[in-house]
C-alpha cells in the first residue's frame, strides 16, 4: 500500500522560511516523478513545483520560481520543498503527490500540511 506523508508545515510569518517534506513508502521511489501542489481556502488545487523520478530535472510555477526549491532524495525516499520569501498568498494546504515516470496523471497522493503565512 502507497504512502505519501507530508511534513513541516506550520506559521510563519512574511519573508520566512519553511521546509517541506513528503516520505514515501510502498512504492518504488525512484521509479516516480514527484510534485507538490497546494490547494487555498475556496480555490482549486494548483501546481507548485515538480522534480523528475532521477532528480536531474526540477520545474515550478511562476508564482514561486526564485523563491522555492524542489529536491529529493532517493535514497531516503523523500521529496522535500524548500521554501524561502514567503508571502500571505503562499497560505495553502500543501500536497505531495506521485506520477509515474512523470507520465500523465499523479497516480498517489498526500493528505496534505497546511501551510500558514501571516503578514
Known amino acids: 500500500q502507497v504512502h505519501l506523508v507530508e511534513f513541516g508545515g506550520g506559521l510563519v510569518q512574511t519573508g520566512g522560511s519553511l521546509r517541506l517534506s513528503c516520505a514515501a513508502s510502498?512504492?518504488?521511489?525512484?521509479?516516480?516523478?514527484m510534485g507538490w501542489f497546494r490547494q487555498a481556502p475556496g480555490k482549486e488545487r494548483e501546481f507548485v513545483a515538480a522534480?523528475?523520478?532521477?532528480?536531474?530535472?526540477?520545474t515550478y510555477a511562476d508564482s514561486v520560481k526564485g523563491r522555492f526549491t524542489v529536491s529529493r532524495d532517493n535514497a531516503k525516499n523523500t521529496v522535500l520543498l524548500q521554501m524561502n520569501s514567503l508571502k500571505p498568498e503562499d497560505t495553502a494546504v500543501y500536497y505531495c503527490?506521485?506520477?509515474?515516470?512523470?507520465?500523465?496523471?499523479?497516480?498517489?497522493w498526500g493528505q496534505g500540511t497546511q501551510v500558514t503565512v501571516s503578514s
Open positions: 503527490a506521485a506520477n509515474y515516470y512523470g507520465a500523465g496523471t499523479y497516480d498517489y
Open positions: 510502498g512504492l518504488t521511489f525512484s521509479t516516480y516523478a
Open positions: 522534480v523528475s523520478y532521477t532528480g536531474g530535472s526540477t
